[in-house]
Nanobody
Framework: QVQLQESGPGLVKPGGSLRLSCAASGFAFSLRPMSWYRRAPGKEREFIAG????????NYADSVKDRFTISRDNATKTLYLQMNSLKPEDTALYYC?????????WGQGTQVPVSS
């Protein structure tokens, strides 16, 4: 079955950097576009970054553009999100996601607290 497992170091200070990983299994990872979403406290889940199967096309929410970079390693079936210049408002639960067979799949999420 489709499985997505996010991981990341956790607490980071404002202005700092962090890289999240998402390990995928149970589907043809190299053939599926992948995305990162987040849910901040008291807010709805929002799209923040997407990457297509050829790695050439990426797109970002305005709130993270020029600070975050999405990438993928098809050989290891891993999705990444490099986050730079982090702000307290980036504090959220971060999820990776894909669509397989018309169904959306999500990982359990990894918490990213940005605080001094």
């Amino acid at each position: 079955q489709v499985q997505l497992q996010e991981s990341g170091p956790g607490l980071v200070k404002p202005g700092g950097s962090l890289r999240l990983s998402c390990a995928a299994s149970g589907f043809a990872f190299s053939l599926r576009p992948m995305s990162w979403y987040r849910r901040a406290p008291g807010k709805e889940r929002e799209f923040i970054a997407g990457i297509d199967i050829f790695r050439a096309d990426t797109n970002y929410a305005d709130s993270v553009k020029d600070r975050f970079t999405i990438s993928r390693d098809n050989a290891t079936k891993t999705l990444y999100l490099q986050m730079n210049s982090l702000k307290p408002e980036d504090t959220a639960l971060y999820y990776c996601s894909t669509n397989v067979g018309g169904l959306n799949y999500w990982g359990q999420g990894t918490q990213v607290p940005v605080s001094s």
